[in-house]
């Protein structure tokens, strides 16, 4: 069994992840300053919600980052195949994800799934946005807490990590010792249902343990 003071001093490396979520489920931060009517951006690369949109009018969006500050105006043209003018008013309505090749899908509701364009200089922004904070913590990760990210019951964008450790409760942890710190804050798994057009939201409590000194996160669950 390893000691507290040997699992103190384990390691810590860089890592990348995808997502290892089922097809169709996100996580998601919510951030409070958001209008009511604001539409989740999806990810399937990272399996988390990276900005917002806001209907105008039909094919035209304010679009939100993932704190939920405003970043621009976004005139969506619709590909082929045409549409009719049905799917045109249920433009407003729906939501994007952008999918592992980098195109982006548009969830229209109860009809099927239309193809239309965010620019990829807005899907750029929204990405790049989420790294602000980053580069002063960059988080690293004990190979046991790297290879639950692999496991779809586990996985937790690292991204959505690193936001709660920024914004979470932060608590020392007695039970790890000195350095080690627990950070919880609440998110949301979410779920598009493809009959609506719309996600299913549920809550969950998210906790990481943190060693300070270089910023490596020991433990993560949600429940």
């Known amino acids: 069994m390893i000691s507290a003071t040997a699992e103190r001093q384990e390691p810590g490396r860089y890592y990348t992840f995808e997502s290892r979520l089922p097809q169709g489920e996100f996580f998601e931060l919510r951030p409070n300053n958001l209008p009511r009517n604001a539409k ?15 209907a105008q009018a039909p ?22 195949p045409l549409i009719d003018p049905i799917d045109i008013a249920l433009v407003a309505f729906g ?12 969830e229209s509701g109860t009809r099927a799934a239309i193809s239309a364009k965010i620019s990829q200089g807005t899907v750029s922004l929204l990405r790049g946005r989420l790294k602000v904070g980053l580069h002063a913590r960059n988080l690293k990760m004990t190979e ?4 639950h990210m692999y496991e779809p019951g586990r996985y937790v964008p690292l991204q959505i990590q690193e936001r709660a450790i920024r914004y979470g409760t932060r608590m020392a942890d007695p039970r790890k010792g000195k350095g080690m710190f627990r950070y919880e804050t609440e998110m949301f798994k979410l779920r598009l ?13 998210l906790e990481i343990i943190v060693r300070e000194s270089d910023w490596t996160i020991f433990h993560f669950m949600y429940f």
């Open 193 to 205: 249902d493809k009959t609506t057009g719309e996600y299913i939201y549920k809550k969950y409590k």
């Open 59 to 80: 094919g035209l969006w304010k679009i939100y980052d993932v704190q939920g500050c405003f970043v621009r105006l976004e005139e969506a043209p619709l590909e082929s």
């Open 95 to 106: 939501v994007f994800r952008i999918l592992r090749t980098g195109r982006v899908l548009f």
């Open 40 to 54: 989740p951006i999806t990810d399937e690369t990272s399996g988390m919600c990276i900005g917002y949109t806001v």
């Open 144 to 147: 046991t807490a790297a290879k």
